[in-house]
């Protein structure tokens, strides 16, 4: 079989061609913090909160592919800058008081803050005040909580075959919409099948009915899904 050899925080490493360099690292248990990747489905490069630097450049380590030779650097001091930055961004741009929050202790946004250490904000805060969307019987879209990952829109596209979600508008107005932004719960093409629930990395969307602290999420869903589909 061919290989590649590449270095990774100074450890030669061997890896297939093709791979992403987030798929080599975590192969060899090198830890990167990641938010819109999801083991199953395609990655898009929306939170950059997985950059790596390569020859001095910074880059998603989940969009970009491990070439031979190369030499990734995981855990500079540039490198934590940048991805408390973002981090504090993505804080700042929503509504994130986990206090209030029926995902807090269950939410991949809380555990990134608490990784890279963030304990404050110190970038000024935009307070949205976008309408929830609690029409869908059973579940609800805060889109104040929502860090526009996409894994709702792709899980729902490259797992349940729906297309009920995507994306509208640019910049600080875009947002997640159902069925060209009808109400959830007037949107045809849903079968309310809960996977973007699941998927959801944050307190966006939940079960209706969860209090503060009580929705837990099965983020490994979407793996064992299309696990099982690869295979049959
Ligand atoms: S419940 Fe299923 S079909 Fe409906 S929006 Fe979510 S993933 Fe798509
Ligand atoms: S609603 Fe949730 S899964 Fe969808 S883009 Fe927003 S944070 Fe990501
Ligand atoms: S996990 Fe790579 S850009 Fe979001």
């Not at 929502?146 to 075959?161: D, H, I």
Request: proline share 3%; with cysteine; glycine share 8%.
């Amino acid at each position: 079989m061919e290989t590649i050899t590449l270095t990774i925080d100074g450890r030669t490493i061997t890896a297939a061609p093709g791979q992403s360099i987030l798929e080599v690292a975590e192969a060899n248990g090198i830890r990167i913090p990641t938010l819109c990747h999801l083991e199953g489905l395609s990655d898009v490069g929306a939170c950059r909160l997985c950059i790596v630097e390569v020859a001095g450049q910074l880059v998603p380590s989940c969009t970009t592919q491990a070439v031979d030779g190369a030499d990734i650097k995981t855990q500079t001091d540039t490198i934590k800058v940048h991805r408390r930055m973002i981090l504090e961004l993505l804080f700042a741009e929503g509504n994130h008081v986990c206090s209030f929050c029926a995902s807090s202790g269950g939410c991949e946004l809380q555990d990134l803050a608490c990784e890279l250490e963030m304990h404050s904000v110190t970038v000024p805060y935009s307070y949205p005040r976008n309408r929830i969307d609690a029409t869908h019987p059973w579940f609800l879209i805060d889109r104040d909580r929502c860090v526009l990952c996409g894994r709702c829109v792709r899980t729902c596209a490259e797992v349940e075959g729906a297309h009920t979600w995507g994306f509208a508008e640019r910049g600080s107005s875009a947002r997640v919409i159902t069925d060209l932004a009808a109400d959830w719960g007037e949107a045809e093409s849903c079968t309310s099948c809960g996977k973007c629930v699941e998927v959801c990395p944050t307190g966006a969307i939940v079960l209706k009915g969860a209090s503060n602290a009580e929705m837990r999420k099965d983020s490994d869903l979407v793996a064992r899904l299309t696990e099982r589909r690869d295979h049959e």
